[in-house]
């Protein structure tokens, strides 16, 4: 167990469950288009990548494909109408922001939501005064897991990458990490399963099923 001062907490799956407004926002913007609407568990494993990745994984192989970037534009610009909708923190996450806190760890929110959405979120959820930072995205902004997105984030927390661990829910969180050498735990509570999560992400230092658990494991914290 490493004695960790930064820790990058990824934002949907990880710290918030918005993928009610993140549905319903794509549905709303895939009726102007004429496109077919997706069922809610498609969004729901499709979301991770940023915006952008998002859309085009939705839009592949249909008559629409080449309109993901216009498309993924036009949904940043209704995403507010629609960003409260269903949202909620996820399980023990205000817990473990609260607890890291305490021992005087600095905790950024790293994801590839666009900024103005994820701060939308943590400051409705509150959990916005237990961070240190927000490292978020643009349209076209690096993302996760570019090199320059984490390096970003470690410039930010004014950590070295040996200091830091990443925590989120999808390869790509996983990836991010691993390309500056950051530690990386996952949970299983997005939109990939934990055998897959096992299977992608053979160097994390853990696979587990809630935030919880991965509390005890990784900070010997019990929240």
Do not use: W
Request: proline share 3%; glycine share 6%.
């Amino acid at each position: 167990m490493n004695n960790y001062k930064g820790v990058l907490f990824d934002l949907d799956g990880t710290l918030a469950d918005n993928y009610i407004a993140i549905h319903k926002c794509t549905c709303a913007v895939f009726a102007e288009y004429g496109v077919p609407l997706p069922s809610y568990e498609k969004v729901f494993k499709t979301v991770g990548g940023s915006i952008l990745i998002t859309m085009k994984r939705l839009l592949a192989d249909s008559e629409f494909e080449n309109l993901y970037e216009k498309i993924a534009d036009d949904y940043l610009k209704v995403y507010p109408k629609y960003v409260y909708c269903g949202l909620k923190a996820m399980p023990y996450a205000e817990n473990l922001l609260v607890a890291l806190k305490s021992q005087g760890v600095k905790l950024a929110c790293f994801t590839n939501k666009q900024s103005e959405g994820a701060e939308q979120v943590l400051a409705y959820l509150g959990l916005d005064k237990y961070l240190d930072c927000t490292i978020a995205t643009t349209l076209h902004s690096p993302r996760k897991p570019e090199k320059a997105f984490t390096e970003m984030a470690l410039k930010a927390l004014a950590l070295d990458s040996c200091n830091v661990i990443g925590i989120g829910d999808s390869p790509f969180d996983y990836q991010a990490a691993q390309c500056c050498n950051i530690d990386s735990a996952l949970v299983a509570t997005g939109g990939d399963s934990k055998d897959f999560l096992i299977e992608k992400c053979r160097n994390a230092i853990g696979i587990f099923d809630n935030l919880k658990c991965l509390a005890k494991k990784v900070f010997d914290l019990e929240i």
